[in-house]
């Protein structure tokens, strides 16, 4: 079983920046891969981005040059640093890991854009 946790979400103005973070705890055999997701009110959950242990790292179009993905893998620990944000990055922002061909999820944290 693995846990994952995050945190480091809040409300920041437009313009501002947060730093997600999100460690992953448990019985980790392989951690393939590690990423974010976000959903916001009403609408579906959308992955984010993605870093994976080969050294692969996406995004989606619409976070592109705001957001990055980093991975601290000695301490089963992904980030995600948020800048330029815009009111359409509100959202509740969720962990995801792949671990072997299971996948986990966080409890999410709330991330709010307003003035």
């Known amino acids: 079983q693995v846990q994952l946790v995050e945190s480091g979400g809040g409300l920041v103005q437009p313009g501002g920046s947060l730093r997600l973070s999100c460690v992953a705890s448990?019985?980790?055999?392989?951690?393939?891969?590690m990423g974010w997701y976000r959903q916001a009110p009403g609408k579906e959950r959308e992955w984010v981005a993605r870093?994976?242990?080969?050294?692969?790292?996406n995004y989606v179009d619409s976070v592109k040059g705001r957001f990055t993905i980093s991975r601290d893998n000695a301490k089963n620990t992904v980030y995600l640093q948020m800048n330029s944000l815009k009111p359409e990055d509100t959202a509740v922002y969720y962990c995801?890991?792949?671990?072997?061909?299971?996948?986990?999820w966080g409890q999410g944290t709330q991330v709010t854009v307003s003035s």
């Open positions: 995801n890991a792949l671990v072997g061909l299971m996948n986990y």
């Open positions: 448990g019985t980790i055999f392989r951690l393939n891969a």
């Open positions: 870093s994976t242990s080969a050294g692969t790292i």
